[in-house]
């Protein structure tokens, strides 16, 4: 179940710190990724969970992937990466689709402020799992997915009851966003729970879903602190 578009008939601006983001990642995919095809800029750019706890860069054996600013840093630059064309269309899509709605309904910085602080949230989980499992805290992460995550956990609290169209097989319905945002993260959480239960030092297939489950988390709690406040009604006064 494949979502391709959603409401924006109550759309009022134009959601342009959403096509920004996009446009940036797909540039970083086919000019400084080269199509997933530079390994010198994935090693320097993308998070490295053994980096981040330790706050060391790492030096492969051919003095490759040296990163040129502070690792921590690594997490905002590795959010503008993707390891494929799938991987990107992906993320993309689902961008697409619900950034958006999400953007005009809390404002162009704020929606930018908001999609930064969930992929944070969502990396930091994801190196937080790693290392509680005992996983290879030596393998790059990347993708935007985590951040994106986070835009669906607030477009789920502030659109419940939007229409989304899905493709499902060769058919398109419409359906509540809590249905398809719904089946979503339960099969985030699904996978996570097998993840979970694979033997110490074996993967879950390259996906991190413990950035996923946290980004949506982070979404669906923090999104009622960048909603626009309108301003309160002056009190009227009558004067003896």
């Avoid at 790693?130 to 996983?135: F, H, M, P, S, V």
């Avoid at 669906?152 to 359906?175: A, D, E, H, T, W």
């Amino acid at each position: 179940m494949l979502p391709i578009g959603d409401d924006n008939s109550k759309r009022q601006g134009l959601p342009y710190i959403n096509y920004i983001l996009i446009a940036l990642n797909v540039f970083v995919f086919i000019f400084l990724q080269k199509f997933g095809k530079n390994e010198d800029f994935l090693l320097s750019y993308s998070m490295v969970p053994d980096e981040i706890l330790t706050g060391k860069d790492l030096i492969t054996t051919d003095g490759r992937g040296v990163s040129p600013y502070p690792v921590h840093l690594t997490i905002i630059s590795a959010m503008f990466m993707h390891g494929s064309i799938s991987h990107l269309i992906g993320n993309m899509l689902y961008l697409w689709v619900f950034g958006d709605n999400l953007e005009d309904k809390i404002g162009h910085r704020k929606y930018l402020f908001f999609y930064l602080l969930c992929g944070l949230i969502a990396s930091i989980s994801h190196v937080a799992f790693t290392a509680i499992l005992g996983r290879d805290m030596f393998v790059p992460s990347l993708g935007a997915s985590g951040a994106i995550s986070g835009v669906l956990g607030g477009y789920l609290m502030l659109f419940p009851k939007n229409r989304v169209s899905v493709l499902l097989l060769v058919f398109v319905i419409r359906i509540p966003a809590f249905v398809a945002l719904g089946l979503w993260i339960v099969w985030q959480l699904y996978n996570g729970y097998n993840d979970v239960g694979l033997a110490e030092g074996t993967d879950a297939g390259g996906v991190a879903y413990a950035a996923h489950v946290g980004g949506f988390l982070a979404g669906l709690i923090l999104i009622k602190l960048f909603i626009k406040r309108n301003p309160p009604d002056v009190l009227k006064t009558s004067n003896f």
